[in-house]
């Protein structure tokens, strides 16, 4: 999955923390990724993200394949004070409902108006600090180029609750914030699995991307860029680092890791890297 249903996305804000500027707004995001296989051969996948602004606010996200052929677009309309109101990709629409400016609620609904999810959020402070979230057994939400999960955690980690809530029974997510950054994540459900994160000091490219007007500056992203993931479920860890190249006004314009993948087609766990590239 390339982006969180937002995923991954977004406005951002490098030169003041807390203030919107939009003078640094991504304009395209590259995904390269690169699988090398046991011959020696290295197959490559690059795709990417148009994003299309009006004003200060995000309007519309185009995704290309690795021909070039846009493949869909991700629509954002906003209420009447700036707030992100809903998400269409066009099979699927999220709505965002708040209290006291915060989202406290988001539905998804089929193209037929069924309700076929919700994430239910609870807040300390301004800062979102647990998650329910319900699906109806729908396959299509596992693969929503935005996921709106990803607002309050790390993409990968917003992947894994929809994939792992992906059945007719309820997730809660629990968060820990240090500071400004969500630093661990505990769900429990079909599948129990925890997440602890560290960052680096640099901005975030996505801090920023909804908080317009009335919407509170800490509801949505952590300020700073993941530089480690561990992930645990059960006796067994994983740990995966990011690297970064940043530009003069400390924001990413180059996100590189690796992992290792099973290619069906080759019946192989192959290792691939991961790159994202950052235009602004």
Not at 51 to 57: A, I, S
Not at 81 to 98: L, P, Q
Not at 140 to 148: A, M, R, V, Y
Request: charged share 25%; with cysteine.
């Amino acid at each position: 999955m390339i982006a969180v249903f937002v995923a991954a996305m977004f406005f951002t804000s490098c030169e003041k923390e807390g203030v919107y500027e939009p003078k640094q707004k991504i304009s395209e995001i590259k995904h390269n990724r690169y699988h090398a296989l046991p011959s020696g051969t290295t197959i490559s996948n690059n795709e990417r993200e148009v994003w299309n602004w009006n004003g200060k606010v995000l309007s519309y996200i185009d995704y290309y394949n690795a021909k070039d052929e846009r493949t869909g677009t991700t629509l954002f309309r906003y209420d009447e004070n700036n707030r992100i109101s809903e998400i269409n990709y066009g099979s699927n629409t999220a709505k965002f409902n708040y209290v006291d400016n915060l989202i406290n609620e988001i539905e998804i609904f089929n193209t037929n108006g069924a309700k076929i999810g919700k994430f239910e959020l609870e807040h300390k402070g301004s800062k979102v600090s647990a998650m329910n979230v319900t699906l109806n057994d729908d396959k299509s939400l596992i693969t929503l180029p935005f996921n709106p999960l990803s607002l309050f955690i790390p993409e990968n980690a917003a992947d894994k609750v929809l994939e792992c809530s992906n059945t007719k029974g309820t997730t809660h997510v629990s968060l820990t914030w240090t500071g400004k950054n969500v630093t661990a994540m505990e769900m429990k459900g079909s599948y129990n699995v925890s997440y602890k994160w560290t960052y680096d000091e640099y901005n975030n490219p996505y801090k920023g991307l909804f908080d317009v007007d009335a919407l509170s500056m800490d509801a949505i992203f952590s300020a700073n860029n993941v530089v480690r993931e561990v992930i645990s479920q059960g006796s067994s860890s994983s740990t995966t680092d990011f690297t970064y190249i940043y530009d003069g006004k400390n924001c990413p314009v180059k996100k590189s890791w690796e992992s290792v993948v099973f290619l069906s087609e080759f019946g192989l766990d192959v290792p691939v890297t991961y790159e994202d590239e950052f235009k602004y």
